[in-house]
């Protein structure tokens, strides 16, 4: 066997999900290494993108048809994940109280909710209100999906409490949140 790399276990654990600072080790060796973690995953068509400041850091395959100089025979490794209605009102609403967290000077580094409170926020937007205990059934379901795609971060503790965690910022930017804000009012609009 060829000599293996010392970050090798960064491309490994990147390869299968974003890597966070409490990930420790890893990521300590991922800042270490990171500009030869780069070059690496550029000659097999990955970018790496890391986001110090908040802590994480994930693998995104540039489109082929960009200037990015990606072949497009290349093959799709990270797969898309297209989200509900449903998931997407979750996301926007948890990325705006994001935004209004940071712009809030409150010395906290993350943002943590009850599912009470996300359940709360959430129920608003949801069509089925007469039955509240298949709202609440349906509103869990959704954060459960959230939670799976790596937005909400379960704690351990009595109450049940999320983090939001600052990757779902990579996933909708500011600029982005707007639109898609509108795109959900119009949606919302045709299926009244």
């Known amino acids: 066997m060829a000599d293996i790399v010392p970050y090798a276990p960064v491309v490994l654990r990147l390869l299968q999900g974003p890597l966070y600072q409490e990930n420790g080790e890893i990521w300590n060796l991922l800042l270490q290494y990171e500009a030869a973690v780069q070059s690496y995953l550029a000659r097999i068509g990955l970018a790496l993108v890391v986001a110090e400041v908040d802590g994480y850091a994930y693998l995104h395959q540039p489109e082929p048809d960009n200037d990015e100089g990606v072949s497009p025979a290349l093959p799709r490794l990270l797969r898309r994940v297209r989200l509900t209605y449903d998931v ?10 994001l935004l209004q967290f940071e712009t809030r000077a409150t010395g906290s ?5 009850t599912a009470e409170q996300i359940r709360e926020m959430a129920s608003l937007f949801f069509q089925e209100r007469a039955d509240e205990v298949r709202l609440l059934r349906e509103l869990d379901r959704v954060i459960r999906q ?47």
């Open 88 to 97: 997407t009102l979750l996301c926007v609403l948890l990325r705006e109280r």
């Open 109 to 113: 580094t993350r943002l943590v909710l």
């Open 146 to 192: 959230v939670e799976e795609l790596g937005f909400l971060r379960r704690l351990q503790g009595q109450e049940i409490a999320y983090e939001i965690r600052p990757i779902l910022k990579a996933r909708i930017s500011a600029d982005q949140l707007v639109e898609i804000k509108q795109k959900l009012q119009d949606y919302a609009n045709t299926a009244a």
